[in-house]
């Protein structure tokens, strides 16, 4: 990583919690990369893309939204945290 003016090297190291978010988003990261590549098979395809190629972007897709669902889904929302006391936070 390229160090800036005036921050000390060891800032430019993601943090616990910044690994531990790219943890998280793991599955939808890779859904994200499966569904580019099918995108770039259907047009790099020579001629029309095939049945398969369809299925293939079909698939991908639906892989994305299962992902980002599922990663919606296991985080609390704003209001939630919000919501609890400062008791519940530091239990």
Same mark, same amino acid.
């Given at each position: 990583? %390229? ?5 000390? =090297?060891?800032?430019?190291? =993601? ?17 994200? @990369?499966?569904?580019?590549? &099918? ?5 790099? &395809? #020579? ?9 293939? @972007?079909?698939? &991908? ?6 992902? %980002? ?17 400062p008791d #519940?936070?530091?239990?």
């Amino acid at each position: 990583m %390229a160090t800036h003016a005036g921050t000390a =090297p060891e800032d430019d190291e =993601p943090s616990a919690e910044d690994l531990a978010a790219i943890e998280r988003e793991s599955g939808l990261i890779s859904a994200e @990369l499966a569904l580019l590549d &099918a995108e770039i098979g259907i047009l790099a &395809a #020579e001629g029309d893309p095939s049945a398969v190629d369809w299925q293939r @972007l079909r698939r &991908a897709v639906r892989d994305v939204l299962r992902e %980002a669902a599922e990663l919606y889904t296991d985080e609390p929302s704003a209001t939630e945290a919000d919501s609890q006391s400062p008791d #519940e936070h530091a239990a």
